[in-house]
């Protein structure tokens, strides 16, 4: 992508974490970025640290929490308010909302399907219109290899749409998983969808980074483990490493006009057998679409263009 400095990203999260780390690589290179994110104190401490190093740096924040619709309409709304191009949307806030029982988002979802899942989805299909006029443009949805059974050991996704609100059985771990299955069904079908348009759809994973996590644990020992021991491990990503292959996936040449992919370390990798199956894509889109209300959207559009 050339001429940077007319190119805007937004990044959902970009306030902590992989987010916060690419969000600051993302100025330094001239983009004009979008943080939206939910804390807007700790936004405005982001903001306040990539000017200290970069103080032309073009950055600001949206309000943003992907566990409210309503939210997620207003933080649509305020970034069309303001007339700008979009040229990238980085789905990467979320995670895994540890606890023993399911809680869950302002509509009724389980957290961390609901976050991780259906609140990019509904952001996504509201700021379409909006990358699209803007293409050449790219969606980049964070996912996790921890999707693919077996991988680390873990059990992987487990999806059940009699459970999706933990009715049989709650398990964080599982639901994480899930919801990392729903970002690569999502991203997969999107770039089916988008098909023509200029605008392109990738899912990647940072791989396990061990520092993107370690000031939310809350123990003096996990602290350690998550800043000083685990960082060391062959396999862990630092945060320089990770948000290095998100700015890959989302600026890089080589990845113009290339949709459909799981991008891992800046390379193509394979993702679970049950990823490629467009019905189960399908299906979880057309049920995103009614639960996010999308369907009452289109039929309102419809009817004011009939009138
Ligand atoms: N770290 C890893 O090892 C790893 C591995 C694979 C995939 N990932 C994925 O990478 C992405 C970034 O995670 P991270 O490791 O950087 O973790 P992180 O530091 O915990 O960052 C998560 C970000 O998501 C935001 N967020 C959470 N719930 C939100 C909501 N309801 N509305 C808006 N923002 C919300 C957080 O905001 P607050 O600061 O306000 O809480 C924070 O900015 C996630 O999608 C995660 O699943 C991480």
Known sequence: MSDTSARVVMITGGNSGIGFATARKLAAKGFHVIMASRNQQTSAQAIARIRADQPDAR?????????????????????????????VLINNAGGAFKGKQASFTA??????FGTNHQGHFLLTHLLLDNLKRSA??????VSSQRHIPGYSGGPGAKFDYANLKGEKFYNASVFYCNSKLANMWFAYELQRRLAGTGVTSNAVCPGFVPEAIGDRRTSLFDRWLYRQFLPRLPFARSLDQASSSYLLAATDARWEGVGGKFI???KERRSSEDSYDEAQA????????????????????????NA
């Open 136 to 141: 050449p443009a790219r969606v980049i949805t």
């Open 107 to 112: 509509d009724g979802f389980e957290m961390t």
């Open 264 to 266: 891992v370390d800046g």
């Open 59 to 87: 950055v600001e924040s949206i309000p943003l929490d992907l566990a409210s619709f309503a939210s997620i309409r207003q933080c649509a709304a305020a970034f069309q308010a303001k007339g700008y191009p979009l040229h």
């Open 282 to 305: 399908r299906r979880l889109w057309e049920m995103s679409w009614t639960w996010c209300g999308l369907d009452k959207l289109a039929a309102s559009d419809q009817a004011a263009q």
